[in-house]
């Protein structure tokens, strides 16, 4: 589904400590009273995919997601961040970048590294399952290579029509 806030979603830049949904003619302080954000970055490490879990998935509870979207969002950006520590940087270490805001009624998720992008055909020994989870899971999704190499997976959770706790 398309949605007109994919093009206007800022990208995460280190040292920035906060992201926040600006409408036309908001002064930035505004906007960041407005719109709650988390911005961590982690090392690409097995360890830190639980913590990104866990911060993104109460940076969802606040924002007012249900139990059966924060669980979905915590599924997500748990598979998510595998990806990134197991295939980002196959040659040296690196971090994980994770971006969490809540704009017109829709939690985004932005996933991102400094990697080398992604590869047709990368060895792994999963079942590669993890993107159409993520495609069945989120309201929307993209994965984007960046210009400058890594990649970027921006996730969409609308709360306004957010599933029914199971």
Known sequence: ???????????PRIGMSIIASR?????????????????CSYPAVAS???EARGAVAEFASAAGASDAQVDAIR??????MTNA???AYPARPGHVHVTAWLAAGEIW????DNGCGLHAGAKSDGLGLGLALISVLSDGFSVVGCASGGTELRLRFDLEH???AA
């Open 1 to 11: 589904m398309f949605s007109p806030y994919l093009n206007r979603v800022p990208r």
């Open 23 to 39: 409408r036309r003619g908001d002064s930035p302080l505004s906007s960041r009273e407005r719109s709650p954000s988390l911005k």
């Open 48 to 50: 830190s995919v639980a």
């Open 75 to 80: 599924l997500v950006t748990s598979e998510a």
């Open 85 to 87: 520590v197991t295939f």
């Open 109 to 112: 998720v932005l996933i991102s």
């Open 162 to 164: 957010a599933p029914a």
